[in-house]
């Protein structure tokens, strides 16, 4: 487990175990999109004493399951969330149980234990004003429930375990396990003629196969003691629209990017408002040694190349128009 002890550059390692095959993992979450791309990710590095906890596993608002199963670990990775944005709305409650209470549990058997956290969070903590990415020490403001929760979640971590605990936010995440915007667009491909999608809201679509490898470098880092706790923004590079990514998706299909129509955020309403802009920045993971990750059109043209979605044939449209009309997607 972690020694716990901080050195003279203000960052603690695992004991001085870094080779690849020595730290020992936890990763909860690991059903979830992200959690299973990290469990390959962690097998492609060689990483061999690893933990995958599913929900069937691991309850993470249990406090006894997470009592019983965090000792023995160097490292927890923590993938479980409450991933329903709308939902969160409804039932802000049992939302922040899971995001923000639950979190808070793990991180104190975490500092019990000589553990060290990396807990996954998410750009909505950010109220989406602002017209520049977001640093990590940007000042917070979620305007939803969802986003709330997991700011509760953040500032648990960095209380309970000032030297150990880091968080990572990422957003606009896809990949090939669970549902997500990229896989949703390609099935609509098949359904309608056109398809209407936001203009106004901005972020960086994120591979999840792409920030798995990054965290498992971060958590590297972290053995070898040379990544400084705290905030890290694990996201792809560059920006666009919800609206740029729909089209980038329909070309990466070998479909007609002109089936995607934009529209507006007030077409589309939703139970749980959305930030408009969303873009963070990374500067941190210098600190770290780690690399950034590669711009989004790079991150979304590797996951078509690498059969991450099945695809529509080519060309593929309806066979006859939607009678009810083209919903708006956002």
């Not at 059109?297 to 690498?306: D, I, K, N, S, Y």
Request: with cysteine; proline share 7%.
């Amino acid at each position: 487990m972690t020694s716990g002890r901080t050195g003279t550059s203000g960052r603690t390692g695992t004991g001085g175990r870094t080779g690849t095959g020595k730290i020992r993992w936890l990763v909860t979450g690991a059903g979830g999109m992200l959690g299973h791309d990290l469990v390959s990710a962690l097998a492609e590095r060689g990483h061999d004493r690893v933990t995958a906890a599913s929900r069937s596993t691991l309850d993470i608002t249990d406090p006894a399951q997470v009592a019983a199963l965090v000792p023995g670990h160097d490292l927890v990775v923590n993938a479980a969330a409450w991933t329903d944005v709308d939902g969160a709305e409804a039932d802000e409650a049992a939302a922040t149980a899971v995001n923000g209470t639950a979190v808070a549990g793990l991180a104190r058997v975490c500092a019990a234990a000589g553990a060290a956290l990396v807990q996954i969070s998410t750009d909505y903590v950010f109220p989406g004003t602002a017209r520049t990415p977001y640093p990590e020490d940007a000042p917070t403001r979620p305007v939803n429930a969802y986003g709330r929760g997991k700011l509760a979640g953040e500032r648990a971590v960095r209380e309970i375990l000032p030297g150990r605990g880091y968080v990572v936010r990422t957003g606009w995440l896809y990949g090939r396990h669970g549902g997500n915007f990229v896989a949703t667009m390609l099935r609509l491909a098949g359904e309608r003629e056109t398809v209407e999608v936001v203009d106004d809201q901005h972020g960086q679509p994120t591979w999840a196969r792409a920030l798995a490898r990054q965290l498992v470098a971060l958590g590297e880092a972290v053995a070898a003691g040379t990544a400084p706790a705290g905030i890290y923004h694990g996201t792809a590079g560059g920006q666009t629209s919800w609206y740029g990514l729909a089209r980038a998706v329909f070309a990466g299909a070998r479909l007609e990017p002109g089936r995607v129509r934009p529209t507006s955020t007030g077409a589309f309403p939703r139970p749980a408002r959305r930030p408009a802009y969303s873009v963070l920045g990374h500067a941190r993971w210098a600190l770290a040694g780690v690399p950034g990750q590669p711009p989004w059109p790079v991150e979304l043209a590797e996951a078509f190349r690498t059969g991450t979605f099945q695809l529509p044939a080519d060309g593929q449209r309806p066979r006859r128009p939607n009678p009810g009309g083209d919903r708006s997607i956002g």
